[in-house]
């Protein structure tokens, strides 16, 4: 499940589908190579057809190594363009060039020329737009102040997708949202192997299901000296991932609350051994609501009747895995715990704004 936004891109624009992620930084698109190795998707970018369309030269600051605030490695190919690569923690990738484009949404609004991954090669058929608090992000180079969305509940019925909301800037529907302060980090902080000081870090308090408050120690939800065990906000995930001494309260409490329902020795992609055979909604209220417990009282409520992801084949899973598995060092809330939630970045404030919404717009 990922959140896609059609954008426009380039001049005359080409519509381009990108996943919106607030959890990496380099956008890029899908681009024509000149000789394809296959046939280009329909819906590459064709960078021949755009006026505005240039390539970053070797020669570009971006492309000596180690810049600082740029964790994307950049090398020179032999056209003497800026060649780059990427990987995301869930293990797909993307390469390509280091090219400059605008956004064009209409005649009178556009972006100036922003720096953008051309992707020849890619693990998926669609474009990243990296949102997160690094130089590079789109949000940033645009000077983007903020942005929300608004993720629709999973469609039951196969073949109808549900729409939701994306806002760049003002959204109408903020006056009845809650904040929760961004943390923020001392430089040496920024500085520790396993934190991404780019991420929309919240101070997340604790979880509760059904009625129990789980006993997880506040510092599980809290970067570590080595960086490990801060909370972010991910659209880019689908799933939730908690480090092990916060999932592993959850287990307890899920074991304790539909134990024998358990599907046995059975782990769902890897990441969740939470999952159950038979009626979600049954085992759903036996588990009762599950929430997410932020500073000054600010929660993230998650119904009984959506507490399991339907992972397919008749199985479902409670949508939390284990940070661990994914080589996350980190907690993730992800999309799947944001539905019918309208989520604002707010970068201006250093703040998340949220605000229950019923999301589904029909397409």
Not at 186 to 193: G, H, I, V
Not at 244 to 257: F, G, S
Not at 264 to 280: E, L, P, Q, R, T
Request: charged share 20%; glycine share 10%; proline share 7%.
């Amino acid at each position: 499940m990922a959140l896609i936004v059609s954008l426009p891109i380039g001049t005359p624009p080409q519509t381009q589908q990108m996943v919106l992620d607030t959890g990496s930084q380099l956008s890029w698109i899908q681009c024509h190579n000149k000789t394809p190795k296959k046939p280009p998707p329909t819906t590459a970018f064709d960078p021949s057809l755009s006026s505005s369309f240039s390539v970053l030269p070797c020669t570009h600051p971006l492309c000596k190594p180690r810049i600082p605030d740029f964790t994307l490695s950049t090398s020179c190919d032999q056209n003497r363009l800026c060649h780059y690569s990427y990987f995301y923690a869930d293990g797909t990738y993307a390469e390509g060039s280091l090219v400059s484009e605008k956004f064009t949404f209409s005649s009178s609004q556009s972006t100036p020329p922003l720096i953008l991954g051309c992707a020849q090669d890619a693990s998926d058929d669609k474009g990243i737009l990296g949102m997160n608090l690094g130089r590079r992000s789109f949000a940033s180079q645009a000077k983007i102040s903020k942005f929300s969305y608004c993720v629709p509940t999973r469609q039951t019925r196969p073949g109808l997708p549900s729409t939701g909301s994306f806002y760049l800037g003002e959204n109408p529907n903020s006056g009845g949202f809650q904040y929760i302060s961004l943390l923020t980090f001392t430089q040496s902080q920024t500085r520790s192997p396993n934190l991404d000081p780019f991420a929309y870090t919240v101070p997340m308090q604790g979880i509760r299901i059904g009625n129990t408050r789980l006993n997880i120690p506040v510092s599980a939800f809290r970067p570590d000296p080595s960086g490990s065990g801060q909370t972010m906000i991910d659209s880019g995930s689908e799933f939730t991932y908690l480090v092990d001494a916060a999932y592993n309260k959850v287990r307890e409490e899920i074991v304790r609350l539909a134990g024998p329902k358990l599907k046995k020795n059975y782990v769902y992609g890897g990441i969740s051994d939470m999952c159950f055979d038979g009626s979600a909604m049954e085992i759903g209220r036996l588990i009762g609501n599950m929430v997410f417990e932020f500073e000054k009282g600010v929660e993230i409520v998650i119904d009984k009747e959506r507490v399991l992801a339907d992972v397919g084949g008749g199985v479902h899973c409670v949508g939390i895995g284990r940070s661990e598995m994914l080589n996350a060092a980190s907690n993730i809330v992800g999309n799947f715990h944001q539905q019918n939630l309208w989520v604002e970045f707010d970068l201006a404030n250093r703040r998340v704004g949220l605000g229950k919404a019923d999301c589904s717009r029909s397409a």
